[in-house]
Each structure stands twice: as structure tokens, then as C-alpha cells.
């Protein structure tokens, strides 16, 4: 069984910054894609950033420069970077990483429980 833990969001003034990680554990073969989403109030969830496992990076227009996604192989762990924060990036932010399990017979995808990120201005 593989799960996906969350942690980092809090409370940070505008110009700040945060670390997002996600944690995976369990019987994981490896991991594939790694992204983060995030959900403001009365918005529909959109991709904020998103890596492949060739290590290629993709990112919102919103939070180009600003947000840098990466992980540690070792430990299965994909962080969210984000710098230079702003009240609009005020939402629940999810990971999402798609892994092989059971000695690479299943591809699962799976979502982090959310964490919580408020910028106040």
C-alpha cells in the first residue's frame, strides 16, 4: 500500500516564501510524474507545476520564476518551492505523483490529502 503525505502549508505574509513536501511511502518501484495542484475557494483545481522522472519541468504562467518544484529520489519525496508568495496563490495545494508498485505490475496515481497555504497581504 502506497500513501502520500503532505506537509508545509501555513500562514506567510506577502514576499514570503514556503516548502511544500510531499511524501511517499509504502512499496513504490519508482515514480514516474510528480505534480502539484492547488484549489482556491470557489475555483476549480488547476496544475500549478509538474516534473517528469527525465527531470523535465513544467509550470503555470502564474508562478513561473516564483515556484520550483523537485524531489528526492532517495527518500520519494517531491517538494514545492515557492518564493516572492502573493495573496492570489492563497489556496489548497495538492501533490499528485504517478508510480509503479508491486514490482511494476500497477501504475497508480495518487493524490495528497491537501495542504493549506494562506498569503496575506
Known amino acids: 500500500q502506497v500513501q502520500l503525505v503532505e506537509s508545509g502549508g501555513g500562514l506567510v505574509q506577502a514576499g514570503g516564501s514556503l516548502r511544500l513536501s510531499c511524501a511517499a511511502s509504502g512499496s513504490i518501484d519508482s515514480i514516474n510524474a510528480m505534480a502539484w495542484y492547488r484549489q482556491a475557494p470557489d475555483k476549480q483545481r488547476e496544475l500549478v507545476a509538474a516534473?517528469?522522472?527525465?527531470?523535465?519541468?513544467g509550470y503555470a504562467d502564474s508562478v513561473k520564476g516564483r515556484f520550483t518544484i523537485s524531489r528526492d529520489n532517495a527518500k520519494n519525496i517531491v517538494y514545492l518551492q515557492m518564493n516572492s508568495l502573493k495573496p492570489e496563490d492563497t489556496a489548497v495545494y495538492y501533490c499528485k505523483l504517478g508510480l509503479y508498485t508491486d514490482y511494476r505490475l500497477r501504475y497508480l496515481e495518487l493524490w495528497g490529502q491537501g495542504t493549506l497555504v494562506t498569503v496575506s497581504p
Open positions: 516534473m517528469h522522472s527525465g527531470g523535465s519541468t
